[in-house]
């Protein structure tokens, strides 16, 4: 076991119960963290540790501050050119790396 020292993360919290009757998010704990081991990419969210308990599941992961794209989108109204072009080459390097790995994005 090995400590990753962090001031900020996000952690996702699953409750178990709700899990159970969604067999869908109940696959996805387990296949969820096995991915993220899998792909290290800068445009793609890092999964440091998975934990449960009794009653939920918790993923601490990279912290991303600033929302979504949409977002940003609904914010600023427009986007400039030079940022639509910065954003689709993100998400296409991101997408690439994953279909490099046999993954596919939902």
């Keep these: 076991s090995h400590f990753v020292e962090m001031n900020n993360v996000a952690i ?38 998975t934990l ?6 918790y993923m601490v992961m990279e912290l991303c501050l600033g929302g979504d794209l949409m977002d ?12 639509v072009r910065k954003y689709t080459q993100q ?3 991101a997408v690439e790396h994953l279909h490099r790995h046999g993954i596919v994005h939902r």
Excluded: F, G, W
């Excluded at 800068?42 to 440091?48: E, N, S, T």
């Excluded at 449960?52 to 599941?57: A, D, G, L, P, W």
């Excluded at 940003?72 to 940022?83: H, M, T």
């Design 72 to 83: 940003r989108i609904c914010d600023k109204k427009k986007l400039e050119e030079k940022e």
């Design 91 to 93: 998400i296409m390097a």
């Design 52 to 57: 449960e308990t009794e009653n939920s599941y």
């Design 12 to 49: 996702k919290v699953i409750d178990k119960k709700k899990a159970k009757q969604d067999s869908y998010v109940l696959k996805n704990m387990k296949r969820e963290p096995r991915i993220h081991q899998m792909i290290k990419h800068p445009h793609v969210i890092q999964l440091y540790e």
